[in-house]
């Protein structure tokens, strides 16, 4: 049996992010499963290497259930962070670089030397040298924002851009942090860190658990995402969006007009 064309689902997707022009939904039509998918998600990675970016992280996505009512999957994914993919705590981003672009409230964790594959994680603290407030910019690149999970798989979980806060050292407890985002100045959506998959710490388990199935190490250094905790909101041209996370302080990016 031939099986999907890795390449060329990911260079579909590639183009649609590099011109910001979505395209239709592919996964039924190309007979994509989730590990093809995660497949067409390395190839589409791989591309932004190929042109001199570097990972810098991983993102996990779908871990509240906010976020899975708001797009109909309800899988824990995840997808890669590169360094282009950073803007600067208020800095700006052209939302006409990105397709539908919608932006929503994270959490951070900064990565410290993680156990040998298959070891537990062990204590938090000794995984995590930092925590911070975080705002992720998502784009799926397919028309609607509707796609299936392997549709989103492969477009390496709807991943466009990030802004981390400041850094904190890791406080005695992530898992019942009050968390707002605001869209000039007016809340958006409201929530807590429960939120995600009841504790975000959580998440990193399942971040190196997903991830090593597909032979994917989290390293040291690398910024970690662990996933919205609300629902995102369109990211509209000029509006000024803040999250802020309880005892973590707050992230803030402008969109150009
Ligand atoms: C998929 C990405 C989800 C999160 O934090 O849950 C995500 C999407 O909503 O398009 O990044
Ligand atoms: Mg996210």
């Known amino acids: 049996m031939i099986g999907p064309d890795t390449a060329g689902i990911a260079e579909r997707l590639g183009v649609a992010a590099d011109t910001a022009t979505a395209i239709g939904q592919l996964a039924a039509e190309t007979g994509l499963d989730v590990d093809a998918a995660y497949a067409v998600q390395t190839a589409l990675i791989q591309r932004r290497l190929d042109r001199g ?147 975000p710490r959580r998440a990193l388990d399942e971040g190196i658990r997903l991830a090593g199935r597909h032979g994917v190490r989290l390293r040291e250094g690398w910024v970690f995402l662990a996933g919205a905790a609300t629902a995102a909101v369109p990211l509209r041209p000029g509006a000024h969006v803040r999250a802020v996370v309880e005892k973590l302080g707050t992230a803030s990016l402008r969109a150009s007009a």
């Open 53 to 199: 970016e570097r990972l810098v992280g991983l993102k996990m996505g779908l871990t509240s259930k906010a976020k899975m009512a708001q797009v109909g999957v309800d899988e824990v994914i995840w997808g890669r962070l590169t360094d282009t993919m950073r803007v600067p705590d208020g800095g700006s981003v052209d939302p006409a670089a990105f397709i539908h672009p919608r932006a929503e409230p994270e959490v951070a964790f900064l990565l410290d030397r993680l156990p040998e594959p298959g070891e537990p994680v062990g204590d938090f603290t000794d995984a995590v040298r930092a925590v911070a407030p975080a705002i992720e910019l998502i784009d799926s690149r397919y028309a609607n924002f509707t796609f299936s999970l392997p549709d989103v798989v492969a477009d390496n979980a709807s991943a466009a851009a990030f802004v981390i806060g400041p850094w904190s050292p890791v406080p005695d407890g992530v898992e019942n942090l009050g968390v707002v985002l605001e869209v000039d100045g007016r809340v958006a959506e409201v929530g807590s860190t429960a939120a995600i998959l009841g504790d």
